[in-house]
């Protein structure tokens, strides 16, 4: 135990806790700090330092120690422990605790003694429910609360805490499929609450400065997490809950999705139209008609339904062949007609009633059991299935229903009342996915796609998106709000059903602005209804053309995004990022989710009104930005009018910036380094600049932790009217050929006197109307090519 130092302490806090509890002692228990009161006893544990566990034990209750969410483990103990007969004081480098023993108040503060949050009334027991509230200060913008369309500050709000979809939301959506107990703040810090039974998260509804967590039953735990830039806030949130490992680079790919295709046949026609437009596209999604010929009543069979798909296997094998992965449908639902019910019946892997029989329940597609996820026989019983798909060839899992769509609360799991597990379901259900791959499978990346989740499911490889969300200007309107705010949450790859699900809406103009910003999301994945095909193939031809240029430049990225997803597994930083992470001091930033930056070097902004002629962007004042179809350079930190046109949405690079690109393949299988094209955004105010490019075989597991993969690496220096560009290749690692590049350097406005690569002359291209320079580099294996350029 570290001495306790007297020292009297003068706070300035002004706030007190709950009159009725009242100090009793305070000692240390194996590095966790031990507060008695008169009603319980909290429990508080640094788990590094800049994240603190609080738990509060009610009198005669037993400490819950099971965490679904956090996967750092106690002990972190560097930190000084300061009492006198007013306070108890636990200090280290970023977080304070302070206890002031009369009148009872739990305080947190940061590095320099400013107040981060306090406990208001803390823990307090109602009739039905269980809540824990603290003191907000009245300037704070507040995000969190999982998915939801509500405008980036969601402060005022009371947010319900129960996974649940919202068919055909548009502009407003207040309760989704995927609900978090996370509160952000513009003061950076985030709050977790770490418990699974539903409940509310109240964002200062009643306008009185209180943030309050409401709960059925469960832990009374919370973490705080601070962090010195939002980007260290994330990073130190997914080191608590984990991070999203790198997915298969053919999921960055286009998919051929939509509900859904009846036979083998449609499937087949459907690849062979892209492959004849050559329209890249990596992965075919098959909707609930794999197993059976109708929409209600086959849920649960699970099994190749042969009359539609007689040769299911060779189809899958066929279409491997030729760069298509087959992802296949799944939900957790069986239903009593079903193939599967009297086996899951017999095996006992149903969710049950108190007598110990299946649950059942009628809903949309007919009367269902649920598979209990949660019991290792369920758990079993489930991954058999997926292991057998797994050996058809499937390459892809999709999770659908997962929230579960309907649950009632009278039925019981393994873990649990139907209510204290619902919003963990499809976490749990990841996991076994994810669980099974590790152990059959252990060298192939897992491709999990679901609507719903918990914290912490972005470890087990879960692909989130955004429900059925209609298919309307307004329904596009909301979606750079949800994945913004899920990115913030630990959920890198929120996206969306792209051109809209729901609804027989046939409008070209939404399409095409859809997928257009789906170039710069984390997953390219048009999806909808059949009444009005979601495949660029099917509509009208100058659709079809617009969308062809659309994922060409997809594909054209991949070298950049393949990079920012590596990026996103070691760091947490998410794929797309809001603009005040770019300028943090920024007040009007913090409700602003018009534009975004994708990366760390694009800049966007949807398009999301009918027949916009204009658009009105602001540019972040760290740097001068350079249209990336044009190359006109807009001056950082000003707020301009930008024209629109049809075949692009307003999209700006950073100055000073390296944009890798591919040479286009119609598949990721094609994909290579061996040729490609650097740009660099050439701006005499970055003196010096740095970019880099991760590769390695886009599918094995764990490529970086065993050193198979190669890096390489962009560096830039101006200085007297010299340019210096130096850029190395780690063949280390990995074998490979010398690569081919083409570096274009954007926005330069005069002639060299002379260029060399490695000391030689060399020639270039100037292009005077676009003011860019293209010159040929061979970048030998191991080697460096250093470019200098005299003006």
């Not at 930190?79 to 007013?86: H, K, Q």
């Not at 994330?234 to 009846?262: D, E, I, M």
């Not at 009005?532 to 070298?559: G, N």
């Not at 599918?699 to 009217?721: G, L, P, Q």
């Amino acid at each position: 135990m570290k001495k306790l130092v007297l020292l009297f302490l003068i706070t300035t806090l002004s706030f007190s806790q709950n009159a009725s509890r009242q100090f009793s002692k305070f000692e240390l228990k194996d590095k966790t700090i031990s507060i008695q009161t008169n009603d319980g006893e909290y429990l508080f544990n640094y788990l590094n330092n800049k994240i603190i566990e609080t738990s509060f034990v009610p009198k005669n209750e037993k400490f819950n120690s099971s965490s679904h969410s956090k996967v750092m483990e106690n002990g972190f103990f560097k930190n000084e422990i300061l009492e006198n007969e007013n306070e108890i004081k636990i200090v280290t480098d970023n977080i304070k605790i302070v206890i002031t023993k009369k009148p009872f108040q739990i305080s947190y503060l940061d590095k320099e003694n400013k107040l981060i949050l306090s406990e208001k009334n803390g823990y307090i027991k109602k009739d039905s429910t269980e809540t824990l509230d603290f003191n907000l200060t009245s300037d704070e913008v507040l995000y969190g609360g999982g998915a939801r369309v509500l405008g980036m500050n969601r402060r005022g709000n009371k947010l319900q805490l129960y996974n649940k979809a919202h068919y055909g939301y548009e502009n407003k959506s207040e309760l989704m499929n995927y609900t978090l107990p996370i509160v952000i703040s513009s003061k950076k810090y985030m709050l977790h609450f770490d418990n699974a039974p539903i409940g509310y998260l109240d964002l200062d509804s009643k306008k009185n400065n209180t943030l309050t967590y409401e709960t059925i039953s469960g832990r009374k735990t919370y973490q705080i997490i601070v962090g010195d830039t939002w980007e260290d806030l994330v990073s130190n949130y997914t080191l608590l809950t984990g991070r999203q490992p790198l997915p298969p680079r053919w999921a960055l790919g286009n998919f051929s999705s939509r509900f859904g295709y009846h036979s083998e046949a449609e499937a087949r026609k459907t690849i062979q139209k892209f492959k004849d437009e050559k329209i890249p596209v990596d992965a075919i999604i098959l909707d609930l008609y794999w197993f059976g010929k109708e929409m209600k009543g086959t849920m649960g069979n699970l099994e190749v339904f042969r009359d539609s798909f007689p040769n299911f296997e060779k189809m899958v094998a066929d279409f491997k062949e030729q760069g298509v992965k087959t992802v296949t449908i799944t939900e957790p639902f069986i239903l009593t007609n079903s193939k599967k019910w009297k086996e899951a019946k017999a095996k006992k892997v149903l969710a049950t009633n108190n007598d110990s029989s299946p649950a059942t329940w009628d809903f949309y597609f007919g009367n269902t059991g649920l598979v209990d996820v949660f019991k290792p026989e369920g758990k079993e019983w489930f991954w058999t299935i997926y292991k057998d798909l797994h050996n058809k060839g499937v390459s892809g899992i999709w999770g659908d229903l997962g929230e579960p769509e309907v649950f009632p609360s009278s039925a019981n799991t393994f873990a649990g009342k139907a209510d204290e597990v619902h919003n963990i379901y499809g976490h749990e259900w990841a996991k076994l996915i994810y669980d099974g791959y590790r152990k059959d499978f252990p060298t192939e990346r897992p491709f999990i796609l679901m609507r719903a989740g918990a914290a912490g499911s972005q470890r087990y490889g879960m692909i989130p998106w955004s429900g059925d969300v209609n298919r309307t200007w307004g329904g596009l309107s909301g979606q750079t709000e949800i994945s913004l705010q899920m990115g913030m949450q630990g959920l890198g790859y929120m996206h969306s059903d792209l051109g809209g699900f729901a609804g027989d809406n046939l409008d070209d103009e939404l399409y095409i602005r859809w997928l257009q910003y789906g170039v710069f999301n984390p997953i390219f994945r048009p999806h909808a209804q059949e009444d009005v095909p979601s495949e660029p193939v099917f509509r009208s031809d100058k659709a079809k053309a617009l969308a062809k240029e659309a994922i060409e430049l997809r594909y054209q990225l991949l070298p950049y995004n393949y990079n920012i997803a590596f990026e996103n597994s070691q760091t947490g930083k998410p794929l797309m990022r809001p603009l005040f992470f770019e300028e943090e001091n920024n007040k009007a930033l913090l409700t602003k989710s018009d534009g975004y930056l994708w990366g760390n070097d694009f800049l966007v902004y949807p398009v999301t009104v009918s027949n916009q002629k204009t658009k009105e962007v602001y540019f972040p004042n760290t740097a001068n930005w350079y249209d990336f179809y044009t190359g006109k350079k807009y001056q950082g930190g000003t707020t301009q009018i930008v024209e629109l046109n049809e075949d692009n949405i307003p999209t700006f690079v950073r100055g000073g910036s390296f944009i890798p690109m591919a040479k286009l393949v119609q598949t990721t299988d094609n994909y290579n380094l061996k040729q490609f094209d650097l740009h660099f955004y050439f701006d005499d105010s970055r003196k010096i600049s740095s970019g880099k490019l991760f590769n390695d075989d886009g599918y094995s597991t764990n490529t970086f932790k065993d050193n198979k993969f190669e890096k390489v690496t962009f560096r830039s220096k101006f200085k007297e009217e010299k340019l210096e560009i130096r850029v190395a290749s780690d063949h280390e690692l990995i074998s490979n050929t010398d690569k081919e590049v083409t570096l274009k350097i954007h926005n330069i406005s005069k002639k060299p006197e002379i260029i060399t690569v490695n000391s030689k002359k060399t020639k270039y291209k100037l292009d005077s109307s676009t003011n860019t320079l293209d010159l040929k580099i061979v970048l030998e294996n191991d080697k460096k090519a250093q470019i200098e350029i005299q003006f």
